[in-house]
């Protein structure tokens, strides 16, 4: 097989879809550090897990030991909705950098909400369907989370109630719309309804919000209303679970043409698009099987795990959630003045945190302006028009075939393309009127950061 020709897009029969998804957690040898209750400091349990979030997805929560979960078919059928997702070789890009690389990339923006964030929301809302729940509630910040959320929500007949951080609500009325269209209510965030928003209005009149207060407020409406749970886009390992299927695809499609890629590149906001595209991959190079480069990249604004530490962090700003041992900026630290609203999270899933410990995979950051010079040279060979958040990929990618070409190496090179822009206009329009600033933090800010961290022993 290894000299067929290979397609500009590689799709999956329908009898090669992966079946299962993989847990990476069962085969790694030092595990992700358990979750902590913020109070007791002691390991989270089922039961204290319960309350806010749906059984079966605090099993998978829980659980470092199954290697593959069976996806219910009723997920399958929706994932027939807009999957296989096509693993696309960038001929034209390749061309373009007059690179002897050969690029692909995994395209996850050919549905409605325009990421790979679906895969996750279809999961998340089965599971609380099958518990008998009436509704979730979520927190979004740029409104692909919410937007995937309400979709799923609609399709399986769930209430959905959205915490929208206010600017965001305001000043991007259409992701706002999309998950109207799809029955979600839409709060904006802080908000009067909870006692929570009520108290953070008191202290801060006039505050535009945040994420860490939006899931302070989700989370609070989730606890108090009966028959309702609480679900997360990102950060978490059953998130990265249910991502793991971009991986799986991917893998099959590359396989099925004897292609080995030998570096493996995705964007990092919570982590679960890249713990998702590299876990069957990390498995085997784990198990000493193959090898494998795997590169996280991070804008500059938010480098987690470039310049953050790996401590055990609160997971928001309310300091309500349980605290999970992460590469992490600190829950206070505010990331300033970048586009990518999907990186701009303080901390990084458990498992990708343990990985890059271990020195199983590298970091980089990039600063924003380089990120859109990227996205537009893509644009404008490849035809999508790709996320901000994505992009960050795409500079690394190109990066790393502009070495190739430097040494004469034929690499083939695999990365993650989350999802398409076209609700980010206004940050393409500032770059393209040169008003985009990289904003890095300094060595005090980050150290401020850190000062939230939780003193530990
Ligand atoms: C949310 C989002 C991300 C970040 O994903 P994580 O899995 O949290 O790292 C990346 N790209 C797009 C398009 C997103 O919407």
Known sequence: MANKEIPYKIYLEESEMPKYWYNLRADMINKPAPLLDPKTRKPMTAEDLAPVFCDEL?????????????????????????????????????????????????????????SHKLNSAIAQAYYAKKQGLKGVTTETGAGQWGTALAMACAYLDLECKVYMVKVSYEQKPFRREVMRTYGASVTPSPSMETEVGKKILAEHPGTTGSLGCAISEAVEVATKTPGYRYVLGSVLNQVMLHQSVIGLEAKAAMDKYGVKPDIIIGCAGGGSNLGGLIAP?????????????????????????????Y?????????????????????????????????????????????YDDGLMEAVSV???????????????????????????????????????????????????????????????????????????????????????????
């Open 367 to 457: 600063p924003q302006t380089e990120v859109f010079a990227a996205a537009e040279e893509f644009a404008r060979v490849e035809g999508i028009l790709p996320a901000p958040e994505s992009s960050h990929a795409i500079k690394v990618a190109i990066d790393e075939a502009l070495k190739c070409k430097e040494t004469g190496e034929e690499k083939t090179i695999l990365f993650g393309l989350t999802g398409t822009g076209y609700f980010d206009m206004m940050a393409y329009e500032k770059f393209h009127d040169g008003k985009m600033v990289d904003y890095i933090p300094t060595e005090e800010e980050l150290q401020k950061g850190f000062s939230y961290l939780p003193k530990m022993d």
């Open 311 to 355: 401590a055990y962090d609160y997971c928001d700003t309310g300091m309500v959630c349980p605290l999970s041992k992460m590469y992490t900026l600190g829950s206070g630290f505010i990331p300033a003045g970048t586009h990518s609203g999907g990186l701009r999270y303080h901390g990084m899933n458990s498992t990708l945190s343990q990985l």
């Open 281 to 309: 991959f990390m498995g085997e190079k784990i198990k000493g099987n193959a090898d494998y480069r795997f590169i996280a990249v991070e804008p500059a604004t938010c480098p987690s795990f470039t310049r953050g530490k």
């Open 58 to 114: 605090v099993k998978q929560e829980l659980d470092d030991t199954t290697a593959y979960y069976e996806i219910p078919q009723e997920i399958l059928d929706f994932y027939k909705m807009y999957r296989p997702a096509p693993l696309v070789r960038a001929y034209c890009l390749e061309k373009k950098l007059q690179t002897p690389a050969k690029i692909y990339y995994k395209y996850e923006g050919g549905n409605t909400s325009g």
